[in-house]
Every structure is written in structure tokens, then in C-alpha cells.
């Protein structure tokens, strides 16, 4: 599964009420570092499938969320688990370490499923 755009008024159903973790990317267009990730972002989503759920919300084009929720600079992901934030990472990384932080923030099992 590939990662899911959502939008302020998804929100909700999207995040808020999903029934497995979901880790929403803040990006922009115009932010480099967003689009670096983006890549290692979307095969994250396939690996993880099973254990999360990666959405993106553009907040030049949906600005309520990222209010709501602090977000001061981008790129930031914030991991939601039983509709509220459970841990946040901000600024780029090589897809090794977002993988190793969203397992490590998931719990020890999420890795333990390898093809």
C-alpha cells in the first residue's frame, strides 16, 4: 500500500479514528527535505503495510491540522496510535533510521514479518 494523501477534512476518519497506527507526513511542495523523504516514505508504507498505516498532508493546502498539532517546521511525522500522538520525528533522515525509529515506536514485533 502506498502512502495515503489526506486532507483536514479526512483527517478524522483518516487518523483519528483508523484502526491500525498512522504516521502522518507534514510536508510542502517547496520543502526539499520533504521531497527527499518521500521516496523512502512510500516504501516504508509497502514494507510496513501490515503494522501502519503512511499518509501525507500538504499543510500549505490543509493549514488546520498542523496547527492543531504544533507542527512548526516540515518535514515532521507524527506517529498516531488509538487516534492521539504517540511519537514525533522532525527533519530528514536516511529511510534506514525513519524505518528503525517507526518500528521501534510501533513495538519490537513490527519488523519480525520478513518476506
Known amino acids: 500500500m502506498a502512502t ?13 479514528s483508523a484502526d491500525k497506527p ?3 507526513d507534514f510536508w510542502a511542495e517547496w520543502c526539499g527535505p520533504c521531497k ?3 521516496p523512502a ?12 498505516t503512511i499518509a501525507k498532508i500538504n499543510i500549505d493546502d490543509h493549514p488546520d491540522a498542523p496547527s492543531r498539532y504544533g507542527v512548526r517546521g516540515i518535514p515532521t511525522m ?7 500522538p504517540a511519537a514525533t520525528k522532525v527533519g530528514a533522515a ?5 524505518k528503525g525509529w517507526l518500528e ?12
Open 4 to 16: 495515503k494523501a489526506i486532507s483536514d477534512a479526512s483527517f478524522q476518519t483518516d487518523v483519528l
Open 22 to 24: 498512522v504516521l502522518v
Open 36 to 38: 527527499m523523504i518521500g
Open 41 to 52: 516514505l512510500e516504501e516504508i508504507s509497502e514494507e510496513l503495510a501490515d503494522k501502519v
Open 78 to 84: 507524527i506517529l498516531f496510535k488509538n487516534g492521539a
Open 94 to 98: 536516511p529511510k534506514s533510521a525513519l
Open 104 to 115: 521501534s515506536e510501533l513495538g519490537a514485533d513490527a519488523g519480525s514479518n520478513v518476506a
